[in-house]
């Protein structure tokens, strides 16, 4: 799963370039029975079954080897902490993270307070494994690892990147079935362009995602261009 993810794009060229390092350890490779088995039965009874504890902690223990000591032991599951970029940024500070991926029902509870620093959340759904959850923090993280993204302003303005929704942009052609370009976008006036851009991001924040505003001190700026956001709106 994670081969065509650390191969290709962002996350490819940065491991080309020796700016990040992924490296995989597989419970199964750390079982000693035939069946190479990694999963065992619940107390308690109930459907599924649990990811086998001495496997999982010896991939832990292996991996801590490789990525030092002090590497931060994440955990994905729906009952984590709900991943925003502010966590994503705290979470970029690390220099060495190991994501643990579960699968069936999980793991074992003892695993995680014994072994787990933080356990994250990726959104309110359930899926079928950890790997997904794992690639989209690692996307996430690796967006903010200098020089990882070519055009680093592209990660600064990334929606979120400000607390806001980002702002809606536009490509060739012009005209679109009868809908034009902005024309501020056209007119070169950087400046224009740029309060515009901020405009749109708080206008669409405050229609789509009001609560955000919760979490965010508006400059005096922001806050006149949101007033006229919105006195546009009544008009
Ligand atoms: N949502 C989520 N956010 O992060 N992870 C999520 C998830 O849905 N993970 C599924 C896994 C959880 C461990 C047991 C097997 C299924």
Redesign the pocket.
Known sequence: MFAPFTQQGVIGRAVKTGKLEVEHFNPRDFTHDRHRTVDDRPYGGGPGMLMMVKPLTDAITAAKLAGGEKSKVIY???Q?KPLTQAGVKSLAEHDNIILLC?????VDERVIESHVDEE????D??????EL?AMVMMDAIARLVPGVLGHSDSAIEDSFSHGLLDCPHYTRPEILDGKAVPNVLLSGDHEKIRQWRLQQSLGRTWLRRPELFNDLALTEEQQRLLDAFQASLQQ
């Open positions: 994905l599951s729906p984590g579960g699968r069936y029902e999980g994250w959340s990726i959104g759904y359930v899926l079928s494994g950890g959850p």
